[in-house]
T-cell receptor
Framework: GENVEQHPSTLSVQEGDSAVIKCTYS??????FPWYKQELGKRPQLIID?????GEKKDQRIAVTLNKTAKHFSLHITETQPEDSAVYFC???????????FGRGTSLIVHP | NAGVMQNPRHLVRRRGQEARLRCSPV?????VYWYRQLPEEGLKFMVY????????ESGMPKERFSAEFPKEGPSILRIQQVVRGDSAAYFC????????????FGPGTRLTVT
């Protein structure tokens, strides 16, 4: 089955800095890669996703890149704000399967 | 996203009791997923259901756990004879059948076994 590794487990940045979270996956058949943000005690919320037919996608301060050859994808947050502090999860799912495999999460702390 | 409802939000059970967790998907969504999340850990897939069918239960323990998604009414995750190790947050998610794979999560049920 699919295996998703996520790094780092904790990321501490100053407000205004950029943050990058990286994930690797094992199954080359995976073609959908969502990112979720989970604030303390809240539900995971989809913030951005990318499919295997594109290499990059951007939405305001958030961008995701995908390298299919290397089987890794990354989340980039620019101009971080304290409200970005949360746990971020990457996931990968195989074409035809509705079940994503999640990474273990990255706890992002943005210091004001 | 706000359409996935779960209840109760918090549930306390003594060891040996039964826990019933309910999930109402987004209106029009026919796929439901259950995940378990332990403190400071990721989301572990448990079971994937469509109306009246279990599609994949590979992540669900074989004993004490069961799930259903009847034709009418919410999806239910049932844990019989709960043990302390069952204490966790249980999240339900739903998606439509458009093939986009996008999942929308409910607020979760936090189960505490005393």
């Amino acid at each position: 089955g699919e295996n998703v590794e996520q790094h780092p487990s904790t990321l501490s940045v100053q407000e205004g800095d950029s943050a990058v979270i990286k994930c690797t996956y094992s199954d080359s058949a995976s073609n959908y890669f969502p990112w979720y943000k989970q604030e303390l005690g809240k539900r995971p919320q989809l913030i951005i996703d990318i499919r295997s037919n594109v290499g990059e996608k951007k939405d305001q301060r958030i961008a995701v890149t995908l390298n299919k050859t290397a089987k890794h994808f990354s989340l980039h947050i620019t101009e971080t704000q304290p409200e970005d502090s949360a746990v971020y999860f990457c996931a990968a799912s195989i074409g035809g399967s509705y079940i994503p495999t999640f990474g273990r999460g990255t706890s992002l702390i943005v210091h004001p | 996203n706000a359409g996935v409802m779960q209840n109760p939000r918090h549930l306390v059970r003594r060891r040996g009791q039964e826990a019933r967790l309910r999930c109402s998907p987004v209106k029009g969504h026919s796929h439901v997923y259950w995940y378990r999340q332990l403190p400071e850990e990721g989301l572990k897939f448990m079971v994937y259901l469509q109306k009246e069918n279990i599609i994949d239960e590979s992540g669900m323990p074989k004993e004490r756990f069961s799930a259903e998604f009847p034709k009418e009414g919410p999806s239910i995750l049932r844990i019989q004879q709960v043990v302390r190790g069952d204490s966790a947050a249980y999240f339900c998610a739903s998606s439509d059948n458009s093939g986009t794979h996008e999942q929308y999560f409910g607020p979760g049920t936090r189960l505490t076994v005393t």
